[in-house]
């Protein structure tokens, strides 16, 4: 695609130091974080993995505390996987998750948070988070959707108006938006059943972040997949 961005991860290390700022560029990545661990069940068994594909600075790992998996994140930024490392993720690895360095079937839980979006093949990485996870595990992903509600909302407002919370400028690229339909049948054709549902923020507590008498925002389920969406499946 012309013109798209490849730096995303130059980024992402120059903002690791704010990775856990509840009033930083990355607030938003915790509240989803949060909606996305509701959908973890505790571990079935004694010693399950669970895999956390672009887990930046870790801001999924506490909302895993006490759920019995040995968890495990993969990203790109080696500064942000360090912050990985002290909240909650047993290990981490430096890869690109288009080539996921893990065997077939190796995982109970594997998740996809908030980076398909950010790069070029996102269907690739779906394929791949299929293929590391076992029969009867739980593939969990949220993205945004390629719709103009999601271009305005993700890009437009949330990335101009001078709110706390607000990611840098240039942090998404409407062109790299996932197609709903198409994440579906990629999960599909490789054996889980995803269902999607849509996600956006309370609106009452948004207000009261924004007045600074709240520190985080609740994301709650919505049944227009629009702009923000998850998809929870389970391989068959
Ligand atoms: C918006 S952040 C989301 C981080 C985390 N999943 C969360 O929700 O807090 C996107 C992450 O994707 C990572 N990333 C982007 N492209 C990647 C790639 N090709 N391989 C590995 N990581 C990548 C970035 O380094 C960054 O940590």
């Known amino acids: ?57 870790g801001l999924f790992g506490p909302h895993l505390t006490g759920k019995g998996y040995q968890v495990v994140g993969v990203d790109l930024s080696a500064r942000s996987l360090r912050e990985a490392l002290g909240h909650g993720f047993d290990t981490v690895a430096q890869a690109d998750i288009g ?60 990335e101009n108006l001078p709110l706390p919370g607000k990611p840098p400028r240039g942090t998404h690229d409407h062109r790299l938006f996932v197609d709903r339909r198409r994440l579906v049948a990629t999960a599909h054709a490789h054996g889980v059943a995803l269902r999607l549902t849509g996600l956006r923020p309370h609106v009452r507590d948004g207000l009261r972040y924004l007045v600074g008498r709240r520190e985080e925002v609740r994301m709650i389920p919505t049944r227009s997949t629009g702009v923000l969406y998850m998809g929870v499946g389970r391989k068959c």
Do not use: K
């Open 1 to 57: 695609m012309p013109g798209i961005r490849s730096d995303f991860i130059t980024d992402y290390d120059s903002l690791a130091d704010a990775w856990w700022d509840p009033r930083g560029p990355l607030a938003p990545l915790g509240w989803i974080a949060r909606a996305r661990a509701a959908h973890v069940p505790r571990a079935a068994r004694e010693g399950a993995w669970l895999l956390d594909v672009a887990c930046g600075g």
């Open 99 to 158: 080539r996921l360095p893990f065997a077939d079937a190796s995982f109970d839980v594997v998740t996809a948070g908030q980076c398909l979006e950010h790069v070029l093949d996102p269907f690739r990485v779906v394929e791949e988070a299929c293929r590391v996870l076992r029969p009867g595990g739980i593939l969990i992903v949220d993205t945004i959707a390629t719709t103009v509600l999601a271009r305005v909302l993700a890009i437009g407002v949330a």
